[in-house]
Every structure is written in structure tokens, then in C-alpha cells.
T-cell receptor
Framework: SAVISQKPSRDICQRGTSLTIQCQVD?????MFWYRQQPGQSLTLIAT?????????ESGFVIDKFPISRPNLTFSTLTVSNMSPEDSSIYLC??????????FGPGTRLTVL | GQNIDQPTEMTATEGAIVQINCTYQ??????LFWYQQHAGEAPTFLSY????GLEEKGRFSSFLSRSKGYSYLLLKELQMKDSASYLC?????????????FGKGTKLSVIP
């Protein structure tokens, strides 16, 4: 199984600022994913991040708001830009440990004031 | 697109058996996952089904019927620590696709 760590674990930010979340995997993985889980809701996929190519965003999410980097096979970042209170959520990094497994990081709990 | 349905809440008694159902309508299908999520924590992988039938893993079992678009998660010998949300997720059938679409989750409460 893959072990995923995220930083920061939580943060409280002011409206209009940006926050970059880091995701580190303990092994090389082809695909990494970023999900959002709003309070009381299930997980929604933001984008898929492949190393060496642009991230693929799901409907409702755009690169200007959620820029993603994937510089190598073990690391990715998600930036939440120009934040508003509606961006308050848990952001989760995920990767596949194999085709029949998919694991999640511990999440970053973001509160925007 | 994907549409995934599961009950919002369930309550069961410690030591009992509970079955959590999940139905899905998808444009493509390449596997169904079940996750457990305790409040304030990340989802934990429980099971994966891609072929019809039952997969057993200790106290947890998962069943899939692709023709019916139906799965269930069976929890036996319930313990208080099993109180959590259980998420059903379907993977699309795109080539090399790993992305999952999640249902809204079933909040299970285990009572003494």
C-alpha cells in the first residue's frame, strides 16, 4: 500500500489569499488525484495530476483557481487561489497503489474567514 | 456520467450484521470501491470489486452485480468502532483511468 502525507494538516486563511497544499507519496505513482470534501458531503474530484503533463480538471474546477504542480512521481501540490469562505473544505490527495487499490492522504482542513 | 445512490443513515446493534447497499448508473464501469471514513479523518480503503460475486475480508465482505448495477458491503460482528461513514465509489472505464466517483456515503451508527 502507498503511504501519503499532506502538509499542512489544517489552516485558517483570510479571504483573498492563497494556500498551497503539498502531497508526498512514499513510492512512485503514475497518477495522483486531488479531491475536495465539503462539510457533511462526500468527495468530489477536482483534478487528475500526471507527471510531465498538465493536470486534467473536472467540470466546475479551473486551473486559475486550483493550479496544480506534479514535478515528479512522488510529489504534487494544489493551490487554492483567491480564497473565499466557500472554499472552506477538506482537501485530499489520492493515488493508486495498484489498479485494485486507491489510497488517500490524511487531508488538509481549510477554513477561510 | 455517474449516478451513485446509497442510504444516508443506518443504525445497527453491536454484535449484529449490517448490509449497506449501493446502486449505480454509469456510462462506463471498471470497478467499485468501498471506503470507511471516521469523522474528521481521511477515507480508508476497504474493498474492491470488478467481477460479479462476493469478496470476503475478515468481518467485511463486498458483493457486486454488474448487470444490476448493485453492490453491498456486509459488516459482521459489529463493533462500536465500526461507527463511521461508508462510501461507495465507482471507477470509470476510460483507458488507464483511476479516477473515482463517490456516492454521498452512509453514516452507520452502532449502538450497544
Amino acid at each position: 500500500s502507498a503511504v501519503i502525507s499532506q502538509k499542512p494538516s489544517r489552516d485558517i486563511c483570510q479571504r483573498g489569499t492563497s494556500l498551497t497544499i503539498q502531497c508526498q507519496v512514499d513510492s512512485q505513482v503514475t497518477m495522483m488525484f486531488w479531491y475536495r470534501q465539503q462539510p457533511g458531503q462526500s468527495l468530489t474530484l477536482i483534478a487528475t495530476a500526471n507527471q510531465g503533463s498538465e493536470a486534467t480538471y473536472e467540470s466546475g474546477f479551473v486551473i486559475d483557481k486550483f493550479p496544480i504542480s506534479r514535478p515528479n512521481l512522488t510529489f504534487s501540490t494544489l493551490t487554492v487561489s483567491n480564497m473565499s469562505p466557500e472554499d472552506s473544505s477538506i482537501y485530499l490527495c489520492s493515488c493508486g497503489g495498484g489498479y485494485n487499490e486507491q489510497f488517500f492522504g490524511p487531508g488538509t482542513r481549510l477554513t477561510v474567514l | 456520467g455517474q449516478n451513485i445512490d446509497q442510504p444516508t443513515e443506518m443504525t445497527a446493534t453491536e454484535g449484529a450484521i449490517v448490509q449497506i447497499n449501493c446502486t449505480y448508473q454509469t456510462s462506463g464501469f471498471n470497478g467499485l470501491f468501498w471506503y470507511q471514513q471516521h469523522a474528521g479523518e481521511a477515507p480508508t480503503f476497504l474493498s474492491y470489486n470488478v467481477l460479479d460475486g462476493l469478496e470476503e475480508k475478515g468481518r467485511f465482505s463486498s458483493f457486486l452485480s454488474r448487470s444490476k448495477g448493485y453492490s453491498y458491503l456486509l459488516l459482521k460482528e459489529l463493533q462500536m468502532k465500526d461507527s463511521a461513514s461508508y462510501l461507495c465509489a465507482v471507477r470509470d472505464s476510460g483507458a488507464g483511468s483511476y479516477q473515482l466517483t463517490f456516492g454521498k456515503g452512509t453514516k452507520l451508527s452502532v449502538i450497544p
